[in-house]
Antibody, heavy 118, light 109 residues
Framework: DVQLVESGGGLVKPGQSLRLSCAAS????????MNWVRQAPGKGLEWVSS????????FYAESLKGRFTISRDNAKNSLYLQMSSLRADDTAVYYC???????????WGQGTLVTVSS | EIVMTQSPATLSVSPGERATLSCRAS??????LAWYQQKPGQAPRLLMY???IRATGIPPRFSGSGSGTEFTLTISSLQSEDFAVYYC???????????FGQGTKLEIK
């Protein structure tokens, strides 16, 4: 099956760090740009970051620059999101999503919940 | 930042009827617009891209139209499985600063 599976979410305290992972299966990750999108509880979708196939082009939502770092390991068919200085408003389900090629997102993982609370 | 505004926030429609959802961009995004469907507890699913092209496996009762700043998603004859939240997303900006609308909840009347 073609799928994305996120992991690494959990409960952390404000100011702490967390690393999310996204494992791809059923397709070759290295041929796709990838994204992270988040959704706060009961809220809408917010694009977080994108990374090109070779990691040569990386972009972040302006509000997150400096705290989040996206990366990938094509040999391991995996995508990552390193999050630091976490705040309560970072609480959300984090989805990894595949770029269809035109920046629409045609494959999503099931999401991993990050809760930032003291 | 391009702001995407969806209307209405909630739409109540009976099964078998037509539903029309709107999405407006604060500036032109050409046809660089996608629609997603999200059911409770599930990830979003791509329905349409390039404003009017159905994604793989999406039934023909779904159609999209529009360009520039005004877009519409139409579901011609609602099935029970279509009741969900729908989001539009623009991907016109470079460097990327993709933005989503706030969503329209399609509920059973």
């Amino acid at each position: 099956d073609v799928q994305l599976v996120e992991s690494g979410g959990g409960l952390v305290k404000p100011g702490q760090s967390l690393r999310l992972s996204c494992a791809a299966s059923g397709f070759t990750l290295k041929t796709y740009s990838m994204n992270w999108v988040r959704q706060a509880p009961g809220k809408g979708l917010e694009w977080v970051s994108s990374i090109s196939t070779s990691s040569s082009a990386i972009f972040y939502a302006e509000s997150l620059k400096g705290r989040f770092t996206i990366s990938r390991d094509n040999a391991k068919n995996s995508l990552y999101l390193q999050m630091s200085s976490l705040r309560a408003d970072d609480t959300a389900v984090y989805y990894c999503a595949r770029d269809r090629g035109d920046s629409s997102l045609d494959l999503w993982g099931q999401g991993t919940l990050v809760t930032v609370s003291s | 930042e391009i702001v995407m505004t969806q209307s209405p926030a909630t739409l109540s429609v009976s099964p078998g009827e037509r539903a029309t959802l709107s999405c407006r961009a604060s500036q032109s995004v050409s046809t660089n617009l996608a629609w997603y469907q999200q059911k409770p507890g599930q990830a979003p699913r791509l329905l349409m891209y390039s404003a009017s092209i159905r994604a793989t496996g999406i039934p023909p009762r779904f159609s999209g139209s529009g360009s520039g700043t005004e877009f519409t998603l139409t579901i011609s004859s609602l099935q029970s499985e279509d009741f969900a939240v729908y989001y539009c997303q623009q991907y016109d900006t470079w460097p990327p600063a993709y933005t989503f609308g706030q969503g329209t909840k399609l509920e059973i009347k």
